[in-house]
């Protein structure tokens, strides 16, 4: 729960009180997650993470459990005014994050306005640290929109964002780049600003104030929200119950079928028509104080009256302080259905340890021969090589690392498999830090690898041995052939055989180009398995290095077209196994 009382903020009102969970508990889910699931990053989540007064605490004893570990904090846009030396040194680890912070408005007037208890104090200090401590680039949220805002006040941001890069830039580093998005407010139900109402028009003319002002700036990039997503927010958010006659309307029309972001057009045409069917407005107009609400009904906790109360005060540019650390807003949410806030004192810092990082002397080598069947062959080569990385992580097997700012795992295959496709031979180098028997190796291994992904064979090799990428010189298939129409497969296997020279065409993906190669001396193997009218299925040995000499199924579909003279296509492919140069001399 989040009790800072940001007025355009639904989260912030629906999960009252405030409530801390224990410190130790926090460490203890990190890392038992961590050792269950492999995984080298993780995120303290909340509202407000930063009004976590035990964040410092428990991020440096995070940090120095997971010290020799290639594992990396990351916390969500977090307040800029509680930022810090101890945050900065935590966050971060093997891969340091990005940084977000969300200022809101870009004065101080309306940042009072929206109760977001934030000073151009705090937010050049928070900045000022972020850069110190080695960002060079931080993300800002602004919002435009808010109730009383000028045209001063949008402008403030790009002012606000100058000022920031020129107080960083003095401190003699050389660059310092903002990301920026501005948001556009959509009023949401249970909030102080629900009551309030921007039109569409007013949007664009802000969004032009912001696109002028910026083209002063160097080092910022700067992102609109879509002001059509904005408007049909609004106009979702607080419609009522007769709202779902529409939504069912536009979903026979087929507007799941269209993406907002990559078919706007298409998209929103379908919701006007709609909405013009059911006389809606994009422009929603804001109700009167008095008036009952559409989900009046839903009790939160918190009172109406003081969300009204508190929007006159946002009227009045009244701050109203943060009840788990000043006095009580009364808000209504406190009793006995809620409860109250549980704020817990903050634990003492530990003392932040120098990471010592990841070991990078291998000690071990080992060679693994390995099957990737059944739902398997949907895992695409990336998520494998992270699947092995996580596997090892749960079966505690430490792997040696990579030097340089980004240490990778010393895990490497021969050859990435086609998405989609099976096989019983692919192969993989574990290079170990902490040296294990071979059996015990395989058998920790698999016990953490999902159904599909089954360990054939695993050997110790030199650790000065090639890569088996650079050993790689074959590839056995099993393919089956689907012809157009009954075929003598038997005589087609004799001409290919038999043939000098076999030539196929190739489509550079970069130029779209077509060239055409001889493939006669990457067939090292071929024959016929099973026959039937229209179908065969073939076994063949090709060739298969880094260097882009592969002889591909696809090549061996044209092969047979032009041995066959007829239309052929490629039914099934498995991979058989993979050879290594030792393996075949």
């Given at each position: 729960g989040c009790t800072r009382g940001c007025r355009f903020c639904q989260p912030g009102m629906l999960t009252r009180p405030a409530r801390?969970?224990?410190?130790?508990?926090?460490v203890e889910t990190v890392l038992t997650g961590l050792q269950a699931t492999g995984f080298n990053e993780f995120s303290l989540l909340s509202l407000s993470c930063s009004d976590y007064l035990s964040l410092p605490a428990v991020g440096v004893q995070l940090h120095n459990a997971l010290a020799a570990d290639t594992v990396s904090?990351?916390?969500?846009?977090?307040?800029?005014?509680?930022?810090?030396?101890?945050?900065?040194?935590?966050?971060?680890?093997?891969?340091?994050?990005?940084?977000?912070?969300?200022?809101?408005?870009?004065?101080?007037?309306?940042?009072?306005?929206i109760n977001k208890g934030l000073t151009n104090a705090d937010l050049l200090n928070g900045i000022k640290t972020a850069h110190e401590h080695g960002w060079d680039m931080v993300k800002l949220y602004f919002m435009i929109g808010l109730p009383t805002e000028t045209d001063e006040d949008v402008l403030g941001i790009a002012e606000t964002i100058g000022w920031l890069q020129r107080e960083c830039r003095a401190q003699g580093r050389r660059r310092f780049e903002v990301h920026v998005t501005i948001s556009n407010f959509t009023p949401k139900p249970h909030t102080p600003f629900q009551w309030h109402t921007v039109t569409a028009a007013e949007l664009r003319h802000k969004h032009n104030l912001l696109k002028t002002a910026f083209r002063r700036l160097k080092g910022v990039k700067i992102n609109f929200t879509d002001?059509?997503?904005?408007?049909?927010?609004?106009?979702?958010?607080?419609?009522?119950?007769?709202?779902?006659?529409?939504?069912?309307?536009?979903?026979?029309?087929?507007?799941?079928?269209?993406?907002?972001?990559?078919?706007?057009?298409?998209?929103?045409?379908?919701?006007?028509?709609?909405?013009?069917?059911?006389?809606?407005?994009?422009?929603?107009?804001?109700?009167?104080?008095?008036?009952?609400?559409?989900?009046?009904?839903?009790?939160?906790?918190?009172?109406?009256?003081?969300?009204?109360?508190?929007?006159?005060?946002?009227?009045?540019?009244?701050?109203?302080?943060?009840?788990?650390?000043?006095?009580?807003?009364?808000?209504?949410?406190?009793?006995?259905?809620?409860?109250?806030?549980?704020?817990?004192?903050?634990?003492?810092?530990?003392?932040?340890?120098?990471?010592?990082?990841?070991?990078?002397?291998?000690k071990q080598r080992l060679r693994v021969v390995f099957a990737k069947r059944s739902e398997m062959r949907f895992i695409g080569h990336l998520d494998l090589q992270r699947l092995w990385e996580r596997a090892c992580r749960r079966a505690s097997l430490v792997l040696a690392y990579s030097n340089g700012f980004h240490p990778m795992p010393r895990i490497s295959t021969a050859t990435a498999l086609a998405l989609g496709m099976e096989s019983d031979g692919e192969i993989v180098d574990f290079e170990l830090a902490e040296p294990v028997p071979v059996a015990d190796f395989r058998a920790r291994l698999q016990s953490q690898l999902p159904h599909g992904v089954d360990l054939c064979q695993v050997e110790e090799i030199p650790l000065k041995s090639p890569a088996a990428a650079q050993a790689l010189v074959a590839a056995e298939y099993r393919i089956t052939l689907q012809a157009s129409q009954v075929t003598d497969w038997h005589s087609a296997l004799k001409t290919v055989l038999a043939s000098e020279s076999l030539p196929v065409e190739r489509t550079s993906k970069k130029s779209g180009k077509t060239h055409t190669l001889d493939c006669r001396s990457w067939l090292f193997e071929l024959e016929l398995l099973e026959v039937g009218e229209t179908e065969a299925t073939f076994q063949y040995a090709g060739a298969c290095r880094n260097d882009g000499t592969v002889l591909r199924p696809d090549d061996l579909v044209q092969v047979f077209q032009a041995a066959t003279a007829q239309e052929v296509s490629l039914a099934n492919v498995y991979r058989l196994g993979l050879r290594l140069a030792t393996l075949c001399e």
């Open positions: 801390d969970v224990d410190p130790d508990a926090v904090l990351s916390l969500p846009s977090q307040r800029v005014d509680r930022f810090n030396d101890e945050l900065a040194g935590i966050i971060g680890g093997a891969r340091k994050p990005s940084l977000t912070f969300a200022p809101e408005a870009g004065t101080q007037r309306l940042r009072d306005v002001i059509r997503v904005s408007a049909l927010e609004d106009v979702l958010t607080r419609a009522g119950r007769d709202m779902s006659r529409a939504i069912l309307r536009v979903w026979e029309l087929g507007v799941a079928r269209h993406d907002p972001w990559f078919a706007p057009d298409a998209f929103f045409g379908l919701w006007d028509q709609v909405l013009g069917e059911f006389d809606y407005s994009w422009d929603v107009v804001g109700p009167p104080i008095d008036s009952p609400l559409p989900w009046d009904f839903i009790d939160t906790g918190i009172e109406k009256q003081w969300l009204v109360d508190d929007y006159a005060k946002a009227l009045a540019e009244a701050i109203v302080p943060d009840c788990s650390f000043d006095s009580c807003s009364h808000c209504g949410i406190c009793g006995e259905d809620f409860g109250a806030n549980v704020v817990l004192a903050p634990r003492a810092v530990p003392q932040l340890e120098t990471p010592s990082g990841p070991p990078v002397q291998p």
